[in-house]
């Protein structure tokens, strides 16, 4: 079972913020920004080169899970950067997808 896959069945522990049977949202551990939640499906699914048609209302699901973690945290007004790094060039460290919300700070452009 891979990292995220554990959180999601609390097999390692995590601050989690919001969660329904599809997806958890949970605090990132070395926080970039103020504000930096990690929003996945709880199936595994390594990246987002993996999903496929079938699975778009579960990508719609992670993502409004950002948007939740993102509004519960107070950013709505000053915005928040969603970013799903995929693959070895965008720097993925970890196997299952993932969609990070990162706020509270001005964001550069583009990215490093
Ligand atoms: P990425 O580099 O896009 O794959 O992002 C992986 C993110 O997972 C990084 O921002 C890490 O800080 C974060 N991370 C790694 N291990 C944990 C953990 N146990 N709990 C929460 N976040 C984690
Ligand atoms: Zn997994």
Not at 46 to 67: F, I
Not at 96 to 101: D, E
């Given at each position: ?27 990132d551990i070395h926080p ?36 939740r973690a993102a509004r ?41």
């Open positions: 079972m891979c990292l995220f896959c554990k959180i999601a069945s609390r097999e390692v522990p995590a601050k989690i913020l919001f969660e329904d049977d599809d997806v958890l949202a949970f605090a970039a920004a103020p504000t930096h939640v990690l929003a996945i499906p709880k199936r595994h699914l390594a990246s987002l080169d993996d999903a496929e048609p079938g699975d778009a209302l579960l990508l719609g699901r992670v993502l409004l899970a950002a948007q519960e945290a107070g950013l709505a007004a000053s915005g928040y950067r969603v970013v799903l790094n995929t693959g070895r060039d965008a720097g993925q460290s970890v196997a299952h997808l993932h969609a990070h919300a990162l706020g509270g700070r001005a964001m550069a452009w583009p990215p490093g």
